[in-house]
């Protein structure tokens, strides 16, 4: 007893009885950290598993991420899975409006680091401005022409990915002079982004499903200032989520609509490595629309202009969403298809250069994948109505979009 109490009395000689107490309350910090960021993490992974709508969870994150990862700013998105482009439920929280032009422009249009299309092509790990650029931040134009200037300083991105499908993306900053995100702030992002995507996707079919409409059409200069625009392109843009970039003229692009006029300008000016001109998503009224753009020619072949359409999307244009949404194998997506065709499983074998009887098994798992119990609901399940409809006592819940609980397939 006598040799422990000389053992404490000696450390404490040693590191000085002043500095307990600051230890104590360096120890007192960091469990408070800990369970700080266990609850928000239990809250992301709530709102994952339960939020009816894409618009719900992606809204639902906003206060955990707050919480666990102290931001002065975010931009949160469901994104098409295939193209990366922003889409549903887009949430912009603290950050100018004078950034969203520029902004837009340099995801798109300049060399930068981070950009989501390659943090999706490249699978990478959520990360930092300060890790890409090996800790000299200013060496990205984003860094210094966007966020400095208005007060902003570290940034972390990340990708929700899960497989080939990007379901959404993540672009968080703190104030200029915070310090950077740590290792542990970055492993709490890591466990939880196949869990996020995994809600996405779960979640994306839950928007009504395409229906008829006349397309809208929105004619802008190069610079992405509206010229004109049809009524029916009107009443849809107003459907969108992000709110209208301002414009001299009497006529205000949505974010979205405005992404895609910047896609095709990169496009045109030879950036091969941007995505398409392309975007599906659903509106506020939960219907299916697609975005794509074009360059107008003169008769040079000049481009003179961009043309936007805009229109309630076709079933084709949603197969490959709700073929990713499910997460079928690539031999099911090579069946499902050809089941939207009308064939027999015959003519399926014959086209895939299988037996009939592997074609039975693959309808089997992919039945039982959507919860669906014959082809007729199965092609109701992916062309009508019912893929919002609540689940019944003889109609189970889908469980095949949950995956496991960490977003992959059993």
Aim: with cysteine; proline share 6%.
């Amino acid at each position: 007893m006598l040799r422990g109490f000389a053992l404490v009395r000696g450390l404490t000689t040693a590191i000085g009885a002043h500095n307990i107490p600051s230890m104590v309350r360096h120890e007192n910090s960091a469990f408070r950290r800990l369970r700080l960021l266990a609850g928000a993490e239990r809250r992301v992974r709530e709102v994952s598993a339960d939020a009816a709508s894409t618009a719900e969870l992606i809204n639902g994150l906003r206060a955990p991420f707050n919480d666990a990862l102290g931001l002065s700013g975010m931009l949160l998105s469901a994104t098409d899975p295939h193209t990366t482009t922003l889409g549903t439920a887009t949430v912009v929280e603290h950050l100018p409006g004078a950034m969203s032009v520029p902004w837009m422009h340099n995801e798109f249009l300049e060399d930068d680091f981070n950009k989501f299309a390659e943090l999706h092509r490249t699978r990478a790990p959520a990360t930092t401005l300060h890790r890409a650029t090996q800790g000299r931040p200013q060496l990205s134009p984003r860094h210094s022409l966007l966020h400095r200037p208005h007060g902003l300083g570290p940034e972390l991105r990340t990708t929700f990915s899960l497989g080939d499908a990007c379901w959404g993306v993540a672009n968080l900053v703190r104030e200029v002079h915070d310090e950077d995100f740590d290792e542990v702030t970055l492993d709490w992002l890591e466990r939880l982004r196949p869990v996020i995507a995994a809600g996405i996707r779960r979640t994306t079919v839950t928007a009504t499903h395409p229906g008829a409409g006349v397309p809208g059409v929105v004619n802008l200069d190069l610079t992405g200032s509206v010229v004109s625009m049809t009524a029916d392109a009107g009443r849809m843009l107003a459907d969108l989520w992000l709110c209208p970039f301002v414009e001299e003229h009497d006529h205000r692009l949505p974010g979205e609509a405005y992404m895609i006029a910047t896609l095709t300008r990169a496009r045109a000016e030879g950036r091969r490595r941007t995505p398409p001109p392309v975007t599906r998503l659903h509106g506020r009224s939960g219907r299916w629309l697609t975005i794509r753009g074009d360059c107008t020619l003169t008769a040079d072949g000049e481009p003179s202009g961009i043309a936007l359409v805009i229109e309630p999307s076709r079933p084709a244009e949603i197969l490959p969403l709700m073929i990713s949404a499910y997460g079928l194998t690539a031999r099911e997506r090579e069946v499902l298809i050809e089941l939207s065709a009308g064939p027999t499983t015959g003519e399926i074998a014959t086209r895939l250069l299988i037996s009939e009887h592997t074609v039975r098994d693959h309808i089997k798992a992919i039945l039982a994948k959507t919860g669906t119990k014959s082809r007729g609901e199965l092609m109701s399940l992916l062309f009508d109505h019912h893929a919002h409809s609540a689940p019944t006592a003889d109609r189970p819940s889908r469980k095949g979009l949950h995956g496991t609980p960490d977003g992959t397939q059993a």
